[in-house]
């Protein structure tokens, strides 16, 4: 079975400053792993995900995120945050085999002036 | 044009009622999803469907019956409604893949509140 940590549950941090969330996940088989945003009162929206290939990923508004085997790690980054990416982020993992996605507990991003 | 649609958008209903929450894809994907986001945000896999198949019944109390007419529709509906049911409900689809890769699209949410 697959489960997933997010060691943050809330990441405060200042405009224009660069931000990293982490999220390590234990599995025994491959998996897929995902970056989903979700803001206030809305529904998911994929931010990238990594599949195979290269281990550095990149994703829409400006997020990039590093698959590490050896440390199964998959912590999500952005050089500069905006007050727009306030919002809840999620890691997930699925295994190659199956079709429900494996979600973090989450980690709040705010993003202050 | 909404990929994944859900109704109603809010519920609110007291203890001991039934109620069912409707989701509805156009995207043409042949799977699809409930997953149940709690008071802490955590988000949890209820029901998976593959062209009208149940394929994941995870450990949900017998009160909660996922149906799908057809592959665009995954209905969920609650017997019973208990405080602990308050959550928001997420419908999501995808389509299987033969390299087993299949992106899941989500709908809005549908936030339930039992009073």
């Known amino acids: 079975a697959q489960s997933v940590t997010q060691l943050d549950s809330q990441v405060p941090v200042f405009e224009e400053a660069p931000v990293e969330l982490r999220c390590n996940y234990s599995s025994s088989v491959s998996v897929y792993l995902f970056w989903y945003v979700q803001y206030p009162n809305q529904g998911l929206q994929l931010l990238l995900k990594y599949l195979s290939g290269s281990t550095l990923v990149k994703g829409i508004n400006g997020f990039e995120a590093e698959f590490n085997k050896s440390q199964t790690s998959f912590h999500l980054r952005k050089p500069s945050v905006h007050i727009s990416d306030t919002a809840e982020y999620f890691c997930?993992?699925?295994?190659?085999?199956?079709?429900?996605?494996?979600f973090g507990k989450g980690t709040t991003l705010s993003v202050s002036s | 044009d909404t990929a994944v649609s859900q109704t109603p958008k809010y519920l609110v209903t007291q203890m001991g009622n039934d109620k069912s929450i409707k989701c509805e894809q156009n995207?043409?994907?042949?799977?699809m999803y409930w997953y149940k986001q709690d008071s802490k945000k955590f988000l949890k896999i209820m029901f998976s469907?593959?062209?009208?198949?149940?394929?994941i019944n995870e450990t949900v109390p017998n009160r909660f019956s996922p149906k799908s007419p057809d592959k665009a529709h995954l209905n969920l509906h609650i017997n019973s409604l208990e405080l602990g049911d308050s959550a928001v409900y997420f419908c999501?689809?995808?389509?299987?893949?033969?390299?087993?890769?299949?992106?899941?699209?989500f709908g809005p949410g549908t936030r339930l509140t039992v009073l």
């Open positions: 999501a689809s995808s389509q299987m893949g033969t390299s087993g890769y299949n992106e899941q699209f």
């Open positions: 997930a993992v699925r295994d190659r085999a199956g079709t429900a996605l494996i």
């Open positions: 995207l043409g994907h042949d799977t």
């Open positions: 469907y593959n062209n009208k198949e149940l394929i």
